[in-house]
């Protein structure tokens, strides 16, 4: 499914990067319509190694560096992901300008988060919070072929895309629950709703010089939010 994936969010890709920033957190690709974002892998990681052409990403076609995604290169991977997110969450995208938790009912019975987010304690308080290195609270991957079956309401950090969970993850994912994809690096792209998907709630920069350097120093997701817009797109 993950190739499938891939392939479909590759289609109809044009234009050529315009400017390529591999940051210490966040990976960043700005096309002619749109800029992605996309979590930097940490170094240690399986997998991590040296691109094996830098200097020549910015300036080739996107649809090439989209391509990247089946590289066995994982920095090369992100960056495929990064020209992916270029292409579709566009500069004059439509949506509802909230952040995708803060679409998950507060009252729901059973809510489920796949990965850390900021302030979760206060925004969804009895969440379960399954991480792959959980902290004292939180549950480890393996917890959630228990958890998701049962889940109403499911949020799911769109770092799964690039790490390639996100399929294994949605076979556990209940038909009845609302699930929702959240993050700066989710694909804008309604191909993701015939998965099972009912939202997909992601970052569309608009300060594209500010981002660009902001990922080049180091920045988190904080200092992101200034240089853009919260983009939150319904099935």
Known sequence: ??????????????????????????????????????????RGTEGCRSLPEPGN????????????????????????????????NRFDLKGASVNGL?????????PVIIGRFPRLDKRLPGAAVIERNPYPGEYPMEAAAD????????AITASTVSNGTLSK??????????TVLVGPSAPLSPV??????????GLVPHDLNATAQCIAEGGTVSA???FGRYVTIFR
């Open 1 to 42: 499914m993950e190739k499938r994936l891939d392939s479909a969010l590759q289609n109809s890709i044009t234009g050529h990067a315009k400017c390529v920033v591999i940051g210490l957190n966040w990976t960043y690709v700005e096309g002619p319509v749109g800029a992605g974002i996309v979590h930097t892998p940490a």
């Open 102 to 110: 803060d679409i998950i009912h507060p009252r729901s019975e059973h």
């Open 57 to 88: 990403y910015q300036g080739r076609a996107l649809a090439d560096i989209a391509r990247l995604t089946a590289s066995k290169n994982i920095f090369e991977r992100v960056l495929g992901f990064a020209a992916i997110n270029a292409n579709h």
């Open 147 to 154: 958890l998701l079956p049962a889940a109403d309401f499911i």
């Open 192 to 201: 993701l709703f015939d998965l099972g998907i009912d939202a997909l709630s």
């Open 169 to 178: 993850i949605l076979t556990l994912t209940p038909k009845t629950a609302f």
């Open 224 to 226: 992101l939010k200034a």
